[in-house]
């Protein structure tokens, strides 16, 4: 009896060594996790010249083709927007909310570093955001897919007076080809004292500009009120009817 137990709890110390070396050393086919996080509020000095670069290179007076895209409708939100960052003072809603929504979409005729623009306003009854997305041709050729400007305001005034008051850009964002993302954002303070942002000024400049301008060269002011009118409200939730039929009264 005593031997079993001695082969018994040998065989166990032995099982359990075999797993701990198991998992101090994994296995060459265990996939290896990577995770990248961007540093939207400081971001490095290559990140910087990447991101002026890349702002200077929209295209001021564009050339349009005769295609263009005007849509509009109702989104269901159940995530926190991109646009909001740790500290900023938006709302977030606790359940899910429904925004409305319009959506410009133009084609540049010429073949230039970017092949079209899109612009969309959403508006979800607590905060109203902008984004402006320019993408490339090309962008095997030139590591970059596009360029996403963004800006946000709470919906304590209305989409036109907002769209008058030309807001600058809060956030700025790279997507490159076969690269992470390079992204610059407005940051406020959680605890202490706000981050110092003074040295990125001049990018959060040049992508307002650049928001400013397409404003106009898309038409937004009088194209997103516009279609915003002709959207409905949400429908109601209603209990749904009951499906059971009125028993058949046996015949006599």
């Given at each position: 009896?005593?031997?079993?137990?001695?082969?018994?709890?040998?065989g166990f110390l032995l099982t359990a060594a075999a797993?701990?070396?198991q998992t101090a050393n994994p296995t060459p086919n265990q996939p290896?996790?990577?995770?990248?996080?961007l540093n939207v509020c400081s971001p490095s000095a290559d990140d910087q010249k990447e991101i002026a670069a890349a702002l200077a290179r929209i295209p001021k007076q564009p050339v349009f083709s005769s295609d263009f895209e005007i849509s509009?409708?109702?989104?269901?939100?159940t995530d926190t927007p991109n646009f909001l960052q740790p500290g900023e003072g938006a709302t977030v809603a606790s359940e899910p909310s429904v925004a409305k929504y319009v959506?410009?979409?133009?084609e540049f005729s010429t073949q230039g570093l970017f092949s079209n623009v899109q612009y969309s306003f959403s508006n979800d009854g607590q905060n109203m955001v902008e984004t402006l997305v320019l993408r490339v041709r090309d962008p095997k050729d030139k590591d970059l897919m596009q360029i996403s400007l963004e800006d946000s305001a709470s919906s304590v005034t209305?989409?036109?007076?907002?769209l008058m008051a030309n807001n600058p850009a809060s956030r700025v964002r790279l997507e490159r080809f076969g690269k992470s993302s390079v992204a610059l954002a407005r940051c406020s303070a959680v605890e202490g004292p706000a981050p110092d942002q003074s040295a990125y000024e001049p990018l959060f400049r040049?992508?307002?500009e650049a928001l400013a301008e397409y404003r106009g060269l898309l038409g937004v002011r009088k194209t997103v009120p516009e279609e915003l009118t002709k959207i409905g409200s949400p429908a109601a939730k209603t209990t749904p009817k009951s499906k059971l039929r009125r028993p058949v009264e046996p015949k006599k």
């Amino acid at each position: 009896m005593r031997r079993i137990l001695t082969s018994t709890l040998g065989g166990f110390l032995l099982t359990a060594a075999a797993i701990a070396q198991q998992t101090a050393n994994p296995t060459p086919n265990q996939p290896q996790v990577k995770v990248n996080v961007l540093n939207v509020c400081s971001p490095s000095a290559d990140d910087q010249k990447e991101i002026a670069a890349a702002l200077a290179r929209i295209p001021k007076q564009p050339v349009f083709s005769s295609d263009f895209e005007i849509s509009r409708g109702l989104s269901s939100l159940t995530d926190t927007p991109n646009f909001l960052q740790p500290g900023e003072g938006a709302t977030v809603a606790s359940e899910p909310s429904v925004a409305k929504y319009v959506r410009i979409r133009r084609e540049f005729s010429t073949q230039g570093l970017f092949s079209n623009v899109q612009y969309s306003f959403s508006n979800d009854g607590q905060n109203m955001v902008e984004t402006l997305v320019l993408r490339v041709r090309d962008p095997k050729d030139k590591d970059l897919m596009q360029i996403s400007l963004e800006d946000s305001a709470s919906s304590v005034t209305s989409p036109a007076d907002m769209l008058m008051a030309n807001n600058p850009a809060s956030r700025v964002r790279l997507e490159r080809f076969g690269k992470s993302s390079v992204a610059l954002a407005r940051c406020s303070a959680v605890e202490g004292p706000a981050p110092d942002q003074s040295a990125y000024e001049p990018l959060f400049r040049s992508a307002s500009e650049a928001l400013a301008e397409y404003r106009g060269l898309l038409g937004v002011r009088k194209t997103v009120p516009e279609e915003l009118t002709k959207i409905g409200s949400p429908a109601a939730k209603t209990t749904p009817k009951s499906k059971l039929r009125r028993p058949v009264e046996p015949k006599k």
